[in-house]
């Protein structure tokens, strides 16, 4: 275990075990949030991509919900690996893969016992398998420019505040990038000047956990 | 049916239909063939549910090649492949090539009883035509 509790409060030490609930609790939280933001996704994915964005993780996420009963009757790794097969099944566009391996690979990898260090291997394996997925990696104006960037600083150290406000960088910081990889690499450097789509997912999505964590600290 | 299997996977469910139905009017019944299109909702789209559907519908111990037109269609593709059985993961291919014309070219290829390789790399060479 790692007994830097300081640091290790602000995201995962022993008193903050994952178990089924608090696991459900979050994902329902991610859930909502990219339901919320449906139409904002679908606007920036009209923009560069082919403005399934926001609709197609709307309809993932919903069904994640509706099943969520079932899924959470489980163990914290099974939930999880249980919600990545739901997107994968029901998105219907290439995020549902993306996400969807992004979930698998964290029940997958997820540690018997949590601490920073162990959070950080297993995030940083499902990141891995998303890059592997999408054969990207980042630079290319996808959810990966905010992904990476925020689960190397959990390794090295930051906050939730810290976290949430570098995820908000690195979404705005695709928005000068020229996307080489998606739909949006057709328009070549037409992309440059939008936001990508599944960058924004993803600060959502880091946000979510964010706001839960700090709410139930 | 010993000849490799031709799945075509579009966004559009009429495209897949029509790519299909050219496939079906160049080598009939001669190999299995399945196509789809579309997302879960019935929208413009790929799902991974569906593409294992027709993997199924299409199988041949030979192998399945699957056609796809872009993005999504690709990404869903593989990841259907990933959740087949082992045995069955190995024997099944992307084409990186056009859409109809691969598909058409595959069934072709295939249609002359050739391995899975050959089928593939036929299809492709339509990238290396100009």
């Not at chain 2, 869903?76 to 190995?90: F, K, T, V, Y």
Request: one cysteine or more.
């Amino acid at each position: 275990m790692n007994s830097n509790s300081a640091s290790d409060s602000a995201v995962g030490n022993a008193s903050f075990a994952l178990d089924p609930r608090r696991a459900r609790a979050i994902v329902t939280a991610i859930a909502q949030r990219l339901i919320a933001a449906t139409d904002e996704l679908t606007q920036l994915d009209q923009a560069i991509g082919d403005g399934d964005h926001g609709l197609n993780m709307k309809r993932g996420f919903a069904a994640v919900l509706a099943e969520m009963d079932s899924l959470a009757a489980t163990t914290t790794p099974a939930l999880f690996t249980g919600v990545g097969r739901t997107l994968v099944m029901k998105v219907g566009g290439a995020s549902g893969p993306l996400y969807g391996t992004l979930f698998m690979q964290l029940g997958k990898s997820w540690p018997p016992e949590l601490s920073r260090a162990a959070l950080h291997n297993c995030l940083h394996d499902a990141v891995a398998a998303v890059a592997a997925r999408g054969k990207s990696q980042t630079g290319q104006k996808t959810m990966l420019d905010v992904l990476v960037p925020v689960v190397t600083a959990l390794g090295t150290g930051a906050d939730r505040g810290q976290l949430r406000a570098l995820a908000g960088m690195c979404a705005e910081a695709t928005v000068p990038m020229e996307a080489v990889r998606g739909r949006a690499s057709f328009l070549k450097e037409r992309s440059i000047g939008h936001m990508d789509p599944g960058a924004r997912s993803s600060q959502l999505l880091i946000e979510a956990v964010c706001d839960d964590l700090e709410q139930n600290a | 049916m010993s000849n490799v299997g031709i799945v075509i996977v579009s966004h559009s469910p009429d495209v897949a239909k029509g790519a299909a139905d050219m496939v079906r009017q160049m080598v009939g019944h001669g190999i299995p063939l399945a196509w789809t299109g579309g997302n879960p909702d019935g929208g413009l789209g790929t799902s991974v549910e569906k593409i294992l559907a027709a993997i199924e519908h299409a199988w041949s111990d030979a192998g399945v090649a699957i056609l796809v037109d872009m993005g999504g269609a690709e990404t869903n593709s593989e990841m259907a492949i990933e959740m087949l059985p082992a045995e069955r993961a190995d024997k099944v291919v992307i084409c990186n090539a056009p859409v109809v014309e691969g598909a058409v070219m595959a069934a072709t290829e295939a249609w002359g009883g050739s391995d899975l390789a050959t089928v593939k790399r036929t299809a492709e060479e339509l990238n290396h035509m100009t």
